[in-house]
């Protein structure tokens, strides 16, 4: 099935996302994966559930057809991700430059996953971009860049690792999905869902779901491994960002700040404050939550954005703080201080009084 979305803005290209590959695209990759290829797969910069969960589930299932497979990670992950199977190979960009620069300029074919744009790869921009290999697109984002060969991007899908269930089933191949893949594409289902709850979460996916756990994921351990092995310290920053919270009820906005210092107080480390954002979320009668986070090093303001129902974030953060994602969930950056970046958000909400209040 094939469909066009135009998008409401006049300076976005229109593009078709599709919900399937179709089979000319399908046979023309079964060709090309018949015989022994170099594939690298990469996902976006500071990697998350979904983009560790699909790029590991993938690399399994390639190793299988006899083919020389590297993830290569823009940067760091959370530990709370370093458990999945093959984790382990990941290759990091920003500290293996030179072998993760080689396998890219050498490779047959990128695989990329879970993003849009090559920007959102941070430092490994230009590598891709200049890169001969066949590009193989899989993603989940609003807009994406037409850069890929072959692209399976459809906005209504859950995760990325939902697709990548969809794209080993459009190889007539879910019978080659082992444990390990199971494991990997339940990850990232389970963290991009908020554990099965948010919108795109469908019948289709719990159904994946079912098979993913009858393939051999643990989904008991898998959640475990994921949510219960916090440390004291990020509970106690995760006070911090409570207590920081504000909520502005006649706009149905509630927001969160963390300092750079707070980070500090509370021995900060990547992922600490991922799902942050969900607890403004889930106050009574709030549909839009932010929290702004600052990074000193990086010398920026990082938004992350979350809404309910139509509002858009994706929108909001494209307008307003050079960013994107999904509609109910989004990321942007600003170079202002926080104070600015709050006091410029709380100037631009009061336009959107009528959108947050027709909820
Ligand atoms: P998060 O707030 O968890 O960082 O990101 C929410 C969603 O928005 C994710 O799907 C993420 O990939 C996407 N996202 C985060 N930051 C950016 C950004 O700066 N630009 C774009 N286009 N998407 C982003
Ligand atoms: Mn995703």
Avoid at 197 to 203: G, L, Y
Wanted: a negative charge; one cysteine or more.
């Amino acid at each position: 099935m094939h469909f066009s979305l135009k998008t409401r803005h006049s300076n976005f290209k229109k593009i078709v996302y599709s919900s399937s590959m179709n089979k000319q695209d399908i046979s023309s990759i079964k060709q090309l994966l018949s015989t022994e290829k170099k594939i690298v797969i990469v996902p976006h910069k500071n990697p998350d559930g979904d983009a560790i969960g699909s790029t590991l589930g993938l690399y399994h299932y390639l190793l299988k057809g006899n083919h020389q497979v590297r993830v290569i990670v823009p940067n760091d992950y959370p530990s709370f991700l370093k458990w999945i199977p093959g984790e382990d190979t990941i290759l990091k960009h920003d500290t293996q430059t030179v072998k993760s620069n080689t396998l890219i300029e050498n490779a047959d074919i990128i695989f990329t996953l879970d993003f849009n744009a090559f920007h959102r790869t941070g430092n490994m921009e230009t590598v891709l971009a200049e890169s001969e290999a066949i590009k193989i697109m899989i993603d989940h984002h609003q807009s994406p860049d037409d850069y890929a060969k072959f692209m399976f991007s459809d906005v209504s899908m859950s995760s990325t690792c939902e697709m990548i269930y969809h794209f080993i089933d459009m190889l007539e191949d879910t019978k080659a999905i082992d444990a390990n893949i199971a494991t990997c594409l339940y990850v990232g289902i389970m963290t991009d869902t908020g554990s099965f709850r948010f919108a795109a979460t469908t019948s289709k996916t719990h159904e994946i779901v079912a098979k993913l756990i009858a393939k051999g994921a643990n989904n008991s351990e898998i959640h475990n491994n994921v949510y219960d092995t916090n440390s004291y310290q990020r509970l106690q920053l995760l006070g911090c960002a409570l207590r920081n919270l504000k909520v502005i009820p006649e706009l149905r906005t509630a927001y969160i700040s963390l300092s750079q210092e707070e980070l500090y107080t509370y021995d900060y480390k990547k992922g600490d404050t991922e799902g942050v954002v969900n607890y403004a979320l889930s106050l009574n009668n709030i549909i839009f939550a932010a929290i702004f986070i600052e990074d000193t090093k990086e010398g920026i303001i990082k938004i992350s954005l979350r809404s309910k129902g139509d509002f858009s974030v994706n929108e909001f953060s494209r307008a307003h703080f050079n960013g994107g994602g999904h509609t109910n969930a989004a990321g942007g950056k600003s170079d202002l201080s926080l104070k600015d970046t709050i006091e410029k958000f709380i100037s631009i909400l009061s336009s959107y009084n009528k959108a947050l209040n027709n909820e």
